[in-house]
């Protein structure tokens, strides 16, 4: 009975707007669920950080990364088909169809959106709540060799 309850607050915790409010949503959860469903709540609680790390992202990437089935949506073509045809008959030939099946799905899929921050994200650019963090306040540049030491310190 209290499924419906715990699945709607689960969802608001991954669709809050900002990693403030996902934390207010676990206090919530926890703070409903903890007496009645302890080891559901310690998980989400104790991978609180894990769950909530898309929002290190740029949050224009966020639609993509709240996905909960990413590898079941790529595959779904290939297993349809597989059962389709009963199988593939050998290793080889399933690889065959699995690559061509794929290669011809690929162009039904949803580009990324604002592909221009992927490079930037693999540059290890800083992200909080969504947004590109020009200068990061707690990490300090390195001094440059003709930089005196006392005007570093």
């Known amino acids: 009975s209290a499924h419906p309850g715990a ?5 608001e915790i991954i669709g809050a707007e ?15 669920y903890g007496a009645k469903y ?9 991978d609180a950080e894990v769950l909530l790390e898309y929002f290190r992202y740029p949050a224009e990437h966020w639609v993509h990364l709240r996905t909960t089935n990413p590898i079941e949506s790529t595959f779904a073509t290939v297993r349809l088909r ?3 045809t009963k199988g593939p008959g050998s290793r080889a030939a399933g690889m065959a169809m699995a690559y061509k099946l794929i290669e011809a799905a690929q162009s039904r899929w949803r580009a990324v959106n604002a592909p221009q921050l992927v490079a ?6 800083l992200f909080h709540k969504g947004k590109l963090l020009e200068r990061p306040v707690d990490i300090t ?13």
């Open 7 to 11: 699945l709607a607050a689960m969802k």
């Open 18 to 32: 900002d990693i403030d409010r996902a934390q207010l949503a676990i206090a919530a959860f926890e703070r409903d």
């Open 38 to 46: 302890p080891k559901a709540v310690k998980k989400i609680v104790d």
């Open 82 to 84: 597989t059962r389709v």
């Open 120 to 125: 930037l994200v693999r540059a290890g650019a």
């Open 141 to 153: 540049p390195d001094p440059s060799p003709d930089t005196p030491v006392s005007e570093v310190a």
